[in-house]
């Protein structure tokens, strides 16, 4: 103990060496440009000239055109998977309930969003099939680390939260589970809404209603993230809305169509319903709350404008486990309740019921997982308007598998939501392009600051770096700040 330094002494000399040796650097790296510069038989520069150059020929910290078009490119990808799972589902969940008469509603909504729980895990072992060179000790770490990394941003909806305020991983996985929770109950009674209204009201209004969900979550949109509202928006998610009026009640038939919790309509349906003003207003309550759902993940759950992609899809991808296992370990409580009171006794299915209901669930994981990364790339009111399509795309199915065809109105109110869809895509492409600009310019600004200032302090030199070292000072930077 005698021979050991104080801790402070071995601290201060550390320190001083430190200094020491990080001063010799800065005089070597002088040296050394001012020999490549005299080599050259250039003269110095002026430093507004030099800086000038610097700024106009140094890579920038995000290509804006770049990053969007990247952003789009995925959730193109992910719209696809999405339209296609929801298909699969709703086809499926029109047999169980009203071919297979299977109709436990809360049941049925229950294990179809506990099934979400299973997006982290399959997540995982798509990503530990591609970093299988790593051990799985350090692949592991890695992703846990990315995954709070994320969770800090999105708590402090900053790219760099260490630098914005200390936040400890208590509260941060605090944070979360009150995201988590609220979310969860928003989107469990937009989810119970459709099973309640659906013997009290028409499929026509069912679907009609529930589908205005786009036009509130473009509402929540302005009030909660200070959306600015468009005219193109506007007109867009009105076109889109009148498209589904059209294929709900220019139809002689009732449409066929699904909810986004694994329910679906009633084709059969026959006769006017006694209570249809009051499913009418159950089923507007459950379109409100799927919009302000939307819009609360959107802002709570989500990693702020300037993120990776690929950073952003897998924390979606976690998110949606974490309603899942909310959902499995907390929203069970209402089935003991329904059976003992014989409002819906609970069984499970058994049977072709059984291997069908399966296949409902894991595909409308598939879709809520592709929504919520569709959601994160984008907005809720371009999720919220592709999801529309699923109404033609339906009636396409029907038609390869049934040969039942479709009407003029569902053709004309299917080719009414594609235009929409395609005028809001637009529009949400032009509107990331110039946060992209923007965010682009200040980042840009900033970095010119802080060189002017270590320039003016005598710290750094015009010569001390030469382009090269300072665009790839740019990029290091830009992938820190983004997470790639």
Not at 286 to 297: C, F, I, R
Not at 336 to 360: D, K, N, V, Y
Not at 434 to 444: A, D, H, M, S
Request: charged share 20%; hydrophobic share 40%.
């Amino acid at each position: 103990m005698s021979d050991r330094e104080p801790t402070h002494q071995s601290s201060t000399r550390n320190h001083n060496h430190t200094l020491a040796n990080s001063h010799q650097r800065l005089l070597d790296e002088d040296k050394l440009a001012r020999g490549r510069s005299d080599t050259m038989g250039t003269r110095r520069p002026s430093h507004t000239s030099k800086r000038s150059t610097l700024r106009s020929r140094s890579p920038k910290y995000n290509d804006a055109k770049a990053q969007t078009r990247k952003k789009y490119l995925y959730a193109s990808f992910f719209l696809v998977v999405s339209l296609i799972s929801f298909v699969v589902q709703t086809e499926t969940a029109v047999y169980i309930q009203h071919e297979l008469h299977w109709n436990k509603a809360y049941c049925m909504l229950w294990l179809t969003h506990g099934s979400w729980s299973l997006l982290w895990p399959t997540q995982l072992l798509i990503l530990r099939f591609q970093k299988r060179k790593l051990t799985f000790s350090n692949f592991f770490r890695r992703h846990t680390n990315v995954i709070h990394t994320t969770a800090q941003m999105v708590q402090t909806q900053s790219l760099h939260p260490a630098s914005s305020l200390a936040v400890r991983p208590e509260h941060t996985w605090r944070y979360l589970f009150k995201v988590t929770s609220g979310v969860t109950v928003f989107l469990t009674i937009a989810g119970a809404s459709w099973y309640v209204a659906i013997d009290m009201t028409t499929p026509s209004d069912l679907t009609a209603i529930y589908n205005c969900s786009a036009f509130f979550a473009y509402v929540f949109s302005i009030l909660l993230l200070k959306e600015k509202a468009r005219l193109d928006k506007i007109l867009s998610v009105a076109l889109a809305i009148l498209g589904v009026l059209v294929v709900a009640y220019g139809d002689s038939g009732h449409p066929k169509h699904g909810s986004h919790s694994g329910g679906s309509t009633n084709p059969d349906h026959d006769g006017e319903p006694d209570n249809r003003a009051l499913g009418n207003l159950i089923i507007g309550v459950g379109s409100v709350m799927y919009g302000l759902y939307e819009v609360l993940y959107k802002k709570y759950a989500c990693p702020p404008e300037g993120t990776s992609p690929t950073r952003g899809m897998q924390f979606a991808n976690t998110f949606g486990s974490m309603i899942g296992t909310f959902t499995l370990c907390v929203m069970w409580i209402p089935l003991p309740i329904l059976h003992f009171t014989g409002i819906e006794r609970f069984e499970l299915p058994t049977g072709r019921a059984a291997w069908l209901l399966s296949i409902s669930t894991l595909s409308n994981a598939v879709f809520s997982g592709s929504f919520l990364i569709l959601m994160s790339l984008t907005s809720p009111v371009l999720s919220s308007v592709a999801a529309l399509l699923t109404i033609f795309l339906v009636a396409i199915t029907d038609y390869l598998i049934t040969g039942k065809a479709m009407s003029g109105a569902t053709v004309s109110g299917g080719l009414l939501i594609i235009v929409a869809f395609g005028l809001l895509s637009w529009a949400t492409y032009r509107e990331l392009l110039e946060e992209e600009k923007k965010r682009e310019n200040e980042e840009t600004k900033n970095f010119d600051q802080e060189e002017a200032m270590l320039a003016d302090t005598g710290l750094l030199s015009d010569e001390d770096f030469s382009e090269d070292e300072i665009g790839h000072h740019s990029m290091v930077k830009s992938r820190e700040s983004h997470g790639d």
